[in-house]
């Protein structure tokens, strides 16, 4: 019997990183602030799961000063929208029972 959820990507198993990934499907940046308020996440809650996300090199960490500010802002990489992509897919296959 074949596997019906091998391609399904553990990287994305909980809300907030997938939640990270929609957000930066759509979007070339956002900031910590933005996805804060966009996922409902706390401050750390939120740098876990973005952390998470760094370490398989799905996003890209920016970190600088704005008017003397800390502004940390993400970006998906190319390997982290393949990967994103190929998540997606693989939901829908389940769905659809392909």
């Known amino acids: 019997m ?6 399904i990507n553990k990287a994305f198993d909980h809300r907030i990183r997938l939640g ?6 759509v979007n070339d940046k956002a900031d910590f602030k933005t ?7 706390t401050d750390g809650n939120l740098a876990s799961h973005a ?3 760094e370490a398989e090199k799905y996003i890209e ?10 502004n940390t802002s993400y970006s998906a990489t190319k390997l982290g929208k393949q ?3 190929d998540h997606i897919e693989a ?6 029972k392909d």
Not at 20 to 25: E, G, Q, R, T, Y
Not at 91 to 96: F, G, M, Q, S, V
Request: charged share 25%.
């Open 51 to 53: 952390k998470a996300l």
């Open 61 to 70: 960490v920016e970190k600088q000063f704005i008017d003397r500010k800390p």
């Open 83 to 85: 990967a994103f992509q």
């Open 35 to 41: 996805l804060k308020q966009l996922l409902g996440a």
């Open 20 to 25: 990270i990934m929609s957000v930066l499907m």
């Open 2 to 7: 074949k596997n019906i959820i091998q391609n």
């Open 91 to 96: 939901i829908e296959k389940l769905i659809r």
